[in-house]
């Protein structure tokens, strides 16, 4: 895991305490891709995350919630692309 995808790791555990945390890395997928910098930089990431925090919300209700833990994360020179998927337990 490199130091982004810790950063995604940690801020996520802080702010919504989830049951499942999975963080793949998508970056050599996009290698000539728009966003992609040209090296191994972390930039193109899938999160899938079950948290109670997430029950009764909409689809983007929760990808609001993780948008706002991951804050200045989300940036083109950070994290340009984020596939989220987000689920309440027993989803």
Do not use: C, N, W
């Amino acid at each position: 895991m490199g130091p982004i995808a810790r950063q995604i790791d940690e801020r996520l555990r802080a702010a919504l305490a989830p049951d499942v945390l999975e963080i793949l890395d998508d970056s050599a997928k996009h290698r000539g891709h728009a966003g992609h910098r040209g090296d191994d930089a972390e930039s193109h990431f899938t999160v899938r995350i079950v948290a109670a925090a997430f029950a009764g919300e909409s689809r983007v209700a929760r990808q609001r919630r993780v948008y706002s833990a991951l804050g200045e994360l989300i940036a083109p020179d950070r994290i340009h692309a984020l596939a989220i998927q987000a689920k309440a337990p027993g989803e």
